[in-house]
């Protein structure tokens, strides 16, 4: 069985990637393919274009699939302050999709508290990186 | 080219030339021609008015017309194999040039705003047009098929009619018309070909005999003349139209094919065409419009009606639809049989029928409708409307047509039709979605009709035509993302060659779409460049990643950047080229995202092509490699220009202590303190800007630091700071003349970070300014990093910014001077621990460490408690030796100029003589006394001041900061009482409470000493107690030595005897001295404070220097000195030094203390002090006479500074209250103290159990009263008694009985007449008197 594809990316201002996180569950084997890391940062990245013109389209934060390459689908989110959230999976149900992100967006607003965070200073908290992955382990746990 | 007009060019009728072997030599041997290639130029017929009718009821007109010629047997479409390996060769050969066309810097043009349209990827229009080229004469679609030939046969044949018979039956024809795909029944056109350069019978004049003979037979309109090369073909002669002919000569295929013959005749030296002359040319186009318009459109226009007749009479109309809708119903099972029977197959009799269409598709095998079908009619039909210029025709035929292949399932020829309807609904002026719907309807057919295909790859390549045209025609009408969205759908059939160019374009595209979608375009690029790559198109790769660098450089997407960097580099080392490789790998290196393994697979990699290049070029270029990571921003300088640090914390220490400090050593001298007035003269370089200052010869430190962001180690090595002299010299091996650079090695552990100080040592004077650093990483990588660009700011501005000293850290550049002396210090024997009150003596080297002598050297001690003596006799020797008395005392070898001189604030100033030079290398030692008073952290800060012994440009004098720190611990506390002595008139009681703080050691009193004016101290007691000789008290002497130890954490009283200056004996001996009061460093010590206090109450002495602001915040706050006139005329009580020592395990002092007591006073004052002596044991027989007396003296002093009016009355009683009192103060009598040895006798250990002691002199029983009575007057009067004098009373006491009385009921008053009208007084000092009855 294929592995799955789950990578989430907070993108800040000037397209720079502020969180990444693989939430892969990796299966028996233990190894993935690191090469594959290559392919999934070129498509989030050119997701990027589509969620900027999405993005105004209507007043959702949530834009669902943005963007779609072979069988790698891009779903996005997009906060107040043009923060962007990048999920790139292989076809999960949007309803999930979007939960995952309304609760990694609650997390999230808790790191911008911080008055040292700035759009472009990467999120290094460990314990962000740990709810992200225990909410993505409880949305998407197949 | 517009799509229009590129498909009004392509769709085109064809013409099938069949020429004699003679006509062609005529033409290639001249001109370089063949009759096709001459005749094509002027197939573009335009400026036309021909009224044409096809299936309509009306005319209309065409007013352009292009005919297509092409040599007959060269009308097949190439094997795939030929046609693939043909484009390849095409995109080669076009690649090459690839080099030519610049490389776009994506971001900067978009960013500019002029977008990023001009074309600059010439090798795909190059090869789109060959792709075309190599698809037509296609069995599924008719345009490329031919609908006129054309005999060419030379004029000098004998008989041209027969000839043209022979010429048309013995040509070989299109494979296809030989197949009866093709319709055979073409329009016949003759042309003969007069050469004026054949040497014939009768010339052209015969030749047109021959035209006419020809037209008589086969009619006037089908044969034409012209007449060639009747130019020279010099290249004098040459008309210059060559460029008619060069542009459009396609290539050849090995085996021909695609409407080229398999190669071309060489060229003549004059060019293509070099014989013709402009009557020629005039004549070949006359022909082709006459052949055009007289012979093909009739024809054509013939043709149309005809078939639509046909398909009319078979197709359309209800009854045929019925037809169609039953037989079309029947399954593939009818076979053949019904298919015969079927009206489509009636016609023409084509050698394959129609019918069998259904039961092939369903054995998944291509389904050929030949020309005679009712199928293939309508799409020759069709395909004739449209080059008649009626797509309305076209349209509706080809609709037809889509919707019976559509029911056959013949998926090959439906995707055809379907792509043809695209083409005629963009030329009717169909909406997009229409024209862009039936191409990718094309697509998804011919792309599902693979699978079941002979050749699949055949189909692919139709399908990417369709979703080509779809996308050129998307791409021209603004429709750019669908223009992508098509190349994209077509690349991934396509094998890498077409499917790289597809997705270039396809990534193109995305740039034109507005706002530009830049990051699909990087990925959509990336693609192709990895197709390219993987179909060994390494230039068109290197191109495409190199035009996406710009685009994701610098936005952190690790894995992004390192896969081009990777691709980049790879490439870059394939081609040799090692520069550009190294480039990209070093850019790579930084990679903490990535495993260990791959971290240290491209450090190999890196280290690998290095040595590679190396071997290459014999030099490995220096790059800025990202390893380690050098924080460049942040750099701080450490070098010394007029103010040395002497130890690294002296650079802890504020600015303004420094400057206090410095200011009196500055004070006299010239510092040059530039104002803006005065710079005007000097307006160079160097005072414009502020640049530090550097000696050279001496090190410049630059703090900076080091990361190592990997998991693997790095081994830095070579690790040096890089400079740049002003001017630059010529040759960069002058470098090493101008400074000296100190190299380190470091190994960086993973994740290590460290911060290392790098140094320089400048040899020349000038201008230098450092740049960067550069290592060599891993022993063979050189690298460097450059220091950000901070160059000084002007003078004005930057006093805003920063602080001086800030900026003198930050700032690289540097004014060298001439080599300077350069003076070093330091502090020996100097303990990082000491006890409060210790006395220690260390050493202070100073030395010139510069290789110019210096001179004039000056100091300041920041601390009191600091103290250098005159002269450097004591340089040798302990702290003990130099302090004990009686040793012989050498003058030193050479003295400071005048004794310290004591300053504000605990400061003192040294001065050593102006002649006293340090030559290089020179070292001075000097005694230097150190005292911490209190416990706690002791600094003290030295600072000091040399000038060159010669004069030096640009440096006048140097200054060294020293700084120390002591920790000190607690050791003596020491209470000192005054109480006046009741014994005598003059001496006083000193009581010393001392307590040892320390918990560990024992320590011993050793000695006592009072230093002030005329004042002496004693010892308690007499000595002489345990010889026998007679006890005399003590002599007064400045020092004791009592000698009591003190074990830890105990606490003592000693008393001594205080000898005020009026009982001074003559005797000034010191008396018995354990260490040297009176003079050397405890004098100092001890003196000190006292100086200091005179110091401090004069006016501040002012210094030539300007104060800083912090000076004179500080001044402001400090309150000013209080005139204190009164203070200062009181007199001042001594002061008094205790010693003691430490011992150490043998017993030997290990270290010295003094404790000082400074202005003694008295408890309670007294006025007037009194004692009453007379003898104190009287035998009285007092059987003989009734009483007893005794007189008694009654000594008086006054001890104030008025005279005094003394009354003393006997018999007053009990001392009344409410009077001034004086009452004894405890006072140990020295009656108590005889029990105990000299030694002991002024010490008692204050024991707990014996606090109860009071110190009452009366002996126990001694009677009071009234029991004796004073004889003489009550009052005796003194009636002035002046300050300071001694006054003596004798009074009378009469006792009746022996016994022991105590006198003491009188008074002593007095006043002051002069000063004020009070009284005072005071019971007189007791007496006891003890009569002895004689007869006892």
């Known amino acids: 069985m294929s592995t799955t594809v789950l990578t989430f990316v907070i993108v800040g201002l000037d397209d720079h990637p502020i969180f990444e996180a693989d939430l892969a569950v990796r299966g028996e084997s233990g190894s993935r393919d690191d090469r594959a890391q290559y392919l999934h940062q070129f498509v989030l990245h050119a997701a990027l274009d589509a969620v900027e013109e999405q993005q105004w389209q209507g007043p959702n934060m949530n834009l669902g699939v943005v963007d779609k390459f072979n069988n790698l689908q891009v779903s996005a989110f997009v906060t107040a302050a043009q923060i962007k959230f990048l999920l790139l999976h292989d076809g999960k149900n949007e309803d999930t999709v979007k939960l995952f992100f309304r609760d990694v967006y609650e997390v999230y607003l808790r790191v911008v508290m911080n008055p040292f965070f700035t759009p472009r200073s990467q999120i290094k908290s460990a314990a962000f990186n740990q709810k992200v992955r225990s909410l993505a382990r409880s949305y998407f746990r197949s | ?1336």
């Open chain 2, 1 to 1336: 080219m517009e799509f229009r007009e590129w498909i009004l060019e392509r769709l085109t009728p064809a013409v099938m030339v069949i020429s004699s072997q003679e006509a062609e030599e005529i033409c290639q041997e001249k001109n370089g021609l063949t009759v096709v290639d001459m005749l094509r130029p002027y197939g573009f017929l335009h400026q036309l008015s021909v009224p044409v009718r096809t299936v309509g009821e009306h005319a209309y007109r065409i007013r352009e017309f292009r005919v297509r010629f092409y040599k007959a047997d060269m009308m097949f479409q190439p094997p795939l194999e030929a046609a693939d390996e043909y484009l390849k060769g095409v995109l080669n050969t076009a690649a090459k040039e690839s080099h030519a066309v610049e490389i776009p810097d994506v971001m900067a043009a978009l960013q500019s705003g002029k977008g990023f349209l001009a074309d600059n990827t010439p090798w795909w229009n190059k090869y789109l047009d060959e792709f075309h080229r190599m698809l037509s004469f296609g069995e599924l679609e008719t345009f490329d098929h031919p609908v006129g030939c054309l005999l060419v046969m030379h004029a000098h044949v004998g008989n041209p009619v027969e000839a043209f018979g022979r010429l048309f039956h013995s040509a070989r024809k299109p494979p296809l018309m030989a197949e009866g795909k093709m319709e055979h029944r073409l329009v016949m056109h003759h042309l003969l070909i007069h050469g004026d350069n054949v040497q014939a019978d009768g010339g052209y004049a015969r030749s047109e005999e021959k035209l006419k003979a020809a037209r008589a037979a086969l009619g006037t309109a089908a044969v034409h003349l012209i007449r060639i090369n009747s130019g020279k073909g010099d290249p004098a002669s040459v008309l210059g139209y060559e460029s008619i002919w060069r542009p459009p000569l396609p290539g050849t295929l090995p085996g021909g094919g695609a409407g080229e013959p398999p190669s071309r005749p060489p060229v003549p030296p004059a060019g293509y065409g070099a014989c013709l002359t402009k009557a020629n040319l005039d004549d070949i186009k006359r022909f082709l419009e006459d052949f055009a318009v007289r012979a093909l459109l009739p024809a054509m226009e013939a043709r149309v009606r005809a078939l639509n007749h046909q398909v009319t009479s078979t197709r359309k109309g209800l009854r045929n639809q019925l037809k169609t809708l039953l037989w079309r119903k029947q399954p593939g099972g009818l076979g053949a049989a019904a298919g015969r029977d079927s009206p489509r197959g009636s016609v023409h009799g084509g050698s394959v029928h129609g019918g069998s269409a259904a039961a092939a598709s369903a054995n998944g095998s291509a389904v050929p409708y030949g020309g005679g079908s009712v199928e293939g009619q309508m799409r020759a039909l069709a395909d004739l409307a449209f080059m008649m210029q009626d797509y309305d025709t076209a349209l509706s035929t080809l609709r037809l047509l889509a919707s019976d292949l559509r029911s056959d399932k013949a998926w090959k020829q439906y995707a055809a039709v379907q792509e043809m309807i695209g083409v005629s609904m963009f030329m009717a002026r169909g909406t997009m979605t229409d024209v862009l719907g039936a191409f990718k309807e094309a697509f998804y057919r011919y792309n599902s009709a693979a699978p079941h295909e002979a050749q699949p790859r055949e189909c692919v390549r139709y399908a990417t035509r369709a979703m080509l045209l779809a996308a050129e025609y998307a791409r021209q009408h603004g429709a750019c993302n669908d223009a992508n969205y098509a190349l994209m759908k077509a690349h991934f059939q396509e094998e890498n060659l077409r499917a790289a160019l597809l997705l270039e374009q396809a990534a193109l595209c995305l740039l034109r779409v507005s706002p530009p979608s830049v990051r699909k375009y990087a990925f959509h690029m990336v693609l192709a460049g990895l197709r390219y790559n993987a179909c060994d198109q390494k230039a068109l790769g290197m191109r495409a990643y190199r035009q996406v660098l710009s685009v994701y450089k610098g936005h952190s997407w690790a894995f992004i950047e390192e896969h081009i960097h990777d691709v980049l580099g790879k490439q870059c080392r394939d081609t040799g080229n090692f520069d550009a490789a190294l480039e990209h790998f070093a850019a790579m290196l930084n990679c903490p995202h990535s495993p260990p393994y791959w971290q240290s697979h491209y450090l190999k990699q890196f280290m690998d092509t290095i040595a590679a290049a190396g071997n290459a070029k014999g030099a490995v270029p220096v790059l800025e490699l990202p390893l380690p990571v050098v924080d460049a921003d942040h750099v701080t300088v450490q070098c010394d220009n007029e103010i040395c640090h002497g130890n690294p914390e002296s650079r802890a220490q504020p600015e303004e202590l420094w400057r206090s400090l410095e200011g009196p050593l500055l004070s006299g001298m010239d510092i040059g303190v530039a104002s803006w007035l005065d710079s005007g003269g000097s307006s160079s370089k160097v005072s414009a800007l502020q640049l530090n200052t550097a000696v050279a010869g001496e090190m410049i430190e630059v703090l900076i630091s080091l990361g190592n962001p990997l998991a693997v180690d790095l081994q830095i090595s070579r690790l040096r700071l890089m400079f740049e002299p002003e001017p630059m010299p010529t040759d960069a091996a002058d470098l090493q003349h101008y400074a000296e650079v100190l190299e380190q090695m470091v190994v960086l552990k993973g994740g290590e970070q460290v911060r290392l100080a790098l140094g320089l040592r400048p040899l020349r004077p000038g201008l230098l300014t450092l740049t960067g650093v550069e290592w060599l990483l891993n022993g063979n990588a050189p690298g460097h990093k450059l220091f950000a660009p901070k160059r000084p700011r002007h003078r004005r501005t930057a006093s805003r910014a920063a602080t001086k000293a800030e900026q003198q850290s930050q700032c690289l550049s540097f004014n060298i001077l001439d080599a300077l002396p350069r003076l070093e210090a330091s502090v020996d024997q100097l303990l990082p621990t000491m006890l409060a009150g210790e006395v220690r003596k260390c050493t202070l080297r100073l030395r010139n460490t510069g290789s110019v002598p210096l001179r004039g050297i000056r100091a300041v001690s920041s601390s009191p408690d600091v103290y250098l003596p005159p002269d450097n006799a004591d340089t040798s020797g302990s702290t003990l030796d130099n302090l004990t008395s009686g040793r012989e005392r050498a003058a030193g070898a050479s003295g400071l100029q005048e004794p310290g001189i004591r300053l504000r604030r605990g400061m003192t100033l040294y001065t050593w003589p102006a002649a006293q030079a340090l030559g290089p290398g020179q070292e001075m030692q000097w005694p230097l006394w150190v005292h911490p008073r209190d416990k706690g952290q002791f600094a003290f800060h030295l600072a000091f001041l040399s000038e060159p012994e010669a004069h030096v440009e640009g440096m006048s004098y140097r200054l060294l900061r020293l700084s120390h720190s002591v920790d000190v611990l607690p050791c003596l506390h020491v209470a000192a009482e005054l109480a006046a002595s009741r014994a005598d008139l003059v001496t006083f009681m000193l009581k010393l409470s001392m307590r040892n703080m320390q918990g560990l050691q024992a320590l011993t009193v050793r000695q006592v000493s009072c230093l002030s004016e005329g004042w002496r101290i004693s010892l308690l007691g007499r000595r002489g107690l345990h010889d026998g000789t007679s006890a005399t008290p003590f002599p007064p002497s400045t020092s004791v030595t009592p000698a009591a130890e003190l074990p830890a954490a105990t606490a003592a009283t000693a008393h001594f005897r205080m000898h005020p200056p009026e009982a001074a004996t003559a005797s000034r001996s010191p008396g018995e001295e354990w260490v040297q009061a009176a003079e050397g460093a405890l004098a100092h010590f001890h003196s000190e404070p006292t100086k200091r206090l005179q110091l401090e109450a004069q006016p501040e002495q002012q210094f030539p220097t300007r104060p800083s602001k912090a000076e004179l915040r500080s001044a402001a706050l400090e309150p000013p000195p209080e005139p204190s006139t009164s203070e200062a005329n009181q007199p001042s009580g001594p002061d008094v030094m205790v010693v003691w020592s430490v011992p150490d395990s043998a017993g030997n002092p290990r270290c010295i203390g003094a404790h000082h007591i400074y202005d003694l006073q008295e408890k309670e004052k007294v006025a007037i002090r009194a004692t009453l002596q007379g003898e104190e044991r009287l035998r009285h027989n007092f059987g003989h006479g009734g009483f007893c007396a005794a007189a008694l003296h009654l000594e008086l002093r006054n001890c104030t500074d008025a005279a005094a009016s003394l009354c003393i009355e006997t018999g007053t009683g009990s001392p009344s209250r409410g009077e001034a009192v004086w009452r004894p103060s405890p006072e140990l009598a020295p009656q108590s103290s005889t029990a105990g040895d000299s030694a002991a006798a002024g010490l008692s250990q204050e024991l707990p159990s014996s606090s109860g002691r009071s110190g009452g002199a009366f002996p126990v029983g001694a009677r009071s009263g009234s029991e004796y009575m004073w004889c003489g007057s009550v009052r005796t009067l003194v009636t002035s008694l002046p300050p300071g004098r001694t006054t003596r009373v004798t009074l009378r006491v009469v006792v009746m009985a022996p016994g022991e009385y105590e006198i003491s009921d009188y008074l002593i008053r007095w006043a002051f007449p002069g000063v004020d009208q009070l009284q005072y007084s005071q019971p007189g000092p007791k007496f006891v008197l003890r009569v002895v009855d004689g007869e006892g």
